[in-house]
């Protein structure tokens, strides 16, 4: 399965005074299996982009496929295609009703219409995923968690659901470093077993940078940049110009760089800027030692 | 969906209505209200559309995003009109089985359902025009002589401030929740009354959740800022009556006068009237 969004517009509130144009002409393509991330500026439109993927929100104009079926057609069936498609909003926690966590985890499998012995199941294995301890938490009220885990609670509801396609609108924002490394593992071990395509939004670039296989840059309401990460973050005064940055690693090396020094590439990720910075220093001593 | 609901919205704009100071808006809109309960007949009603139609024009807010206000409430004019049509008794029109609808009743059944949304579009034009914070100002101001004997008339003005100003908070906040949980498949469309009433539960725990977070977080917002009722308390922005303001007084007696002495107007002017049309006709 693939996705494949064509000319999206977004008009909130057409025909009032606050009319915003959120969408404008939006195309993307994500490959089966591929790890989508999704930046931009406070505002940009990612929110409202993800909110179509899976029918919630109708666009003006524009297309939207899901493997072959255009969901924007009259007459799709869209719990079906909710249920294949998973979508974790911003700030989730906020989604929390029932009485304990297992009943929440399960509201979403419950409405699929599947049984009691297997909603149990894919109770306990999402809770497992998420790192939730099934035999401390399944009967807590979620409103008595941490603010983390009642994020993780509902990430677990979501994924819980089985979807082909997981989308996290920044699902580690406000968590502590261990919470969102607990998250990141959770994403890699989905994408291990599952294969299914994931699309992350974060305003963290080095996360972005070092998990994702294509990055979209948006742009009050454009897609204005597109491709692997090594070729979007190569590109850091554009990435600036746009209300973003670069990844630790690849600012630091910039900045190094400027300051004279001769580094070859831009490094995504901590460790491979340390193997960069090692060679460069082994060089620079062999040249000592010549002279 | 839920957004479209326009109560306690503003709509910016600078018009002559706009402008005019909150404490006369503010009692226009009570004149009128009890004004629409003291029309007595058809002429009347043409009198309060009319001059409902030219402040409407005046003030430039669309007509369509005022009917969009009366979405909302569409299912009790139904009501009424419905009610009022076959509880009517007199001369009866049609007969279908043991209900009968007669002219007396269809007549009411409209003027009623008129008057109602008349009466929405009347109130909902003061917020449409008035910014939240001036029209508790007048609020504040208009109760002020209350004060003496002990109304709390800033703190009341207050809480309305902070009702105006979370309603579409709350709607959002609704909005948001819903979507959230259709994405979890949840169905609010589709089953019997009872099992749509069950599964608002979804929208609604999450929802009082919010609100009670968002009460807490605002009022120890305002603590932060040292808020601590209303004793000694000035004005960024003080009322005025201006000149325009009386002229809006006066027009709206002019239409308190029109309402309330429209019948006998008529009566004295049919005679004339009359004779005119004879006149017209012998002419021709
Ligand atoms: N429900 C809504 N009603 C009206 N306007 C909205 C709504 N949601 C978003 N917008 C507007 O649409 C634009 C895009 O918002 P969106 O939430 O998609 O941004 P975002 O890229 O997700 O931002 P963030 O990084 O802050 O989450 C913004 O200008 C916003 O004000
Ligand atoms: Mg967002």
């Known amino acids: 399965m693939s996705i494949v969004v064509k000319d999206l517009v977004h008009t909130y509130g057409a025909g009032t005074p606050y009319e915003s144009l959120a969408l404008d002409k939006v195309n993307m393509e994500v490959a089966d299996g591929e790890f989508a991330g999704l930046i931009g500026h406070t505002g940009s439109g990612k929110s409202t982009l993800v909110q179509h993927l899976n029918g919630i929100l109708k666009p003006d104009s524009g297309q939207i496929f899901i493997g072959d079926v255009d969901i924007t057609a009259k007459g799709v069936k869209l719990t079906e295609i909710r249920r294949k498609i998973g979508l974790l909003f911003q700030y989730p926690e906020y989604q929390l009703f029932e009485e304990t966590v297992y009943k929440d985890v399960a509201f979403g499998p419950l409405n699929l219409g599947i049984s009691e012995e297997e909603a149990e199941q894919r109770v306990r294995d999402a809770l497992s995923t998420v790192g939730l301890d099934f ?30 396609v997981l989308i996290l609108d920044e699902p580690t924002a406000g968590l502590d470093p261990k919470s969102q490394a607990d998250i990141f593992d959770m994403m890699a071990r989905i994408r291990a077993e599952e294969r299914i395509i ?39 005064e554009l990435l600036k110009s746009k209300g973003l940055g670069l990844p630790p690693a690849a600012e630091m090396i910039h900045m190094m760089r400027e300051s004279g020094a001769e580094l070859p590439e831009t490094p995504l990720t901590v460790d491979a800027a340390v193997d960069i910075i090692d060679e460069y220093l082994l060089k620079k001593h062999d040249r000592s030692l010549a002279h | 969906m839920i957004r479209d609901i326009t109560i306690g919205q503003y709509y910016p704009g600078e018009s002559w209505v706009h402008k005019l100071d909150p404490r006369l808006k503010i009692i226009v809109t009570l004149v009128f209200i009890v004004a629409l309960f003291l029309v007595k007949d058809f002429v009347g009603y043409i009198v309060a559309v009319a001059a409902l139609g030219i402040v409407i024009g005046v003030s430039k807010v669309p007509l369509r995003f005022m009917l969009r206000g009366l979405k909302a409430i569409f299912i009790i004019i139904i009501f009424t009109f419905v009610l009022n049509m076959f509880m009517t008794g007199g001369t009866e029109m049609i007969r279908l089985g043991p209900i009968a609808i007669t ?55 207050m809480m309305m401030t902070i009702a105006l100003r979370f309603i579409p908070t709350l709607l959002e906040e609704t909005d948001k929740i819903m979507k959230a949980q259709m994405a979890r498949g949840a169905d609010f469309e589709s089953g019997s009354v009872f099992r ?4 608002m539960i979804p929208i609604l725990v999450p929802l009082f959740v919010s609100a009670f977070r968002i009460a807490q977080d605002l009022a120890m917002a305002m603590e932060a800022r040292c808020y601590r009722g209303g004793e000694g308390r000035t004005k960024l922005h003080e009322l005025k009556f201006k000149k325009r303001d009386l002229a809006a007084a006066l027009l709206t007696c002019l239409f308190l006068a029109l309402i309330i002495q429209e019948q006998n107007i008529m009566a004295a002017l049919m005679p004339t009237l009359a004779s005119l049309a004879s006149n017209l006709a012998g002419a021709l």
């Open chain 2, 196 to 199: 749509r009433a069950k599964n």
């Open chain 1, 198 to 236: 994931l699309i992350l939004i974060s305003h963290n670039m080095g996360d972005v940078a070092r998990v994702c296989d294509k990055v979209f840059v948006m742009e009050n309401g454009r897609i204005v940049l597109e491709g692997p990460p090594s070729e979007v973050f190569s590109q850091g």
């Open chain 2, 103 to 157: 002219y007396e009743g269809l007549y009411r059944a409209f003027f009623m359902g008129l008057r109602l949304v008349l009466l929405i579009i009347g109130s909902s034009l003061l917020t449409l025009t008035t910014k939240p914070v001036k029209l508790t100002d007048g609020m504040e101001s208009l109760l002020g002589p209350f004060k003496a004997i002990g109304l709390p008339a800033h703190e009341l003005a």
């Open chain 1, 135 to 164: 035999g401390k938490f399944a009967e807590r009220s979620p409103f008595e968690l941490s603010g983390g885990q009642k994020r993780k609670a509902a990430i677990a509801g979501v994924i819980a659901m089985k979807p082909e």
